[in-house]
């Protein structure tokens, strides 16, 4: 007698009901349990150990932002080299020319540095000046 398809999701059907009830179980446990004395001291906002000057909205300056991006890309650029290079020595044998795959990367690397280039001329990096031209 065969089981159904569905059944094969079992076990993974418990896995997730056992995380959730676990979780809920802890969050349920600690609110029961833990002590609620509320002061004037415990309400205050804490900042790794700095007594809280102003406001907490201040604005930030757009290039934190802009170096936040380009972080992003460039690591995504990284991740993406990572399977290439494992790979390299069987790309022959894939692509049917044995330089095909190294010039490919090269267009890739082109690219990004192109990239890196056109932030460099633009002075993203530069944080010796405050531009309001960005």
Do not use: N
């Not at 170096?67 to 790979?87: C, K, R, S, Y």
């Not at 020319?97 to 993203?124: A, D, H, P, T």
């Amino acid at each position: 007698m065969t089981t159904p398809y569905h059944w094969q999701y079992l076990p993974l059907m418990l896995d997730i009901l056992v995380a959730f009830g676990m979780g809920a179980f802890m969050v349920i446990a600690s609110w029961f349990i833990g002590r609620k004395r509320f002061s004037k001291t415990k309400q205050e906002t804490y900042e790794c150990g700095m007594e809280p000057q102003g406001d907490a909205r201040g604005r930030f300056s757009v290039r934190f932002y802009l170096v936040a991006m380009l972080f992003i890309l460039f690591d995504v650029e990284v991740v993406f080299m990572m399977p290439w290079a494992v790979i390299y020595k069987k790309l022959p044998a894939l692509t049917g020319s044995q330089f095909f795959g190294f010039w490919e990367m090269i267009v890739y690397l082109g690219f990004g540095g192109g990239g890196l280039f056109y932030i460099i001329r633009k002075g993203v990096l530069d944080w010796s000046k405050d531009r309001a031209d960005l």
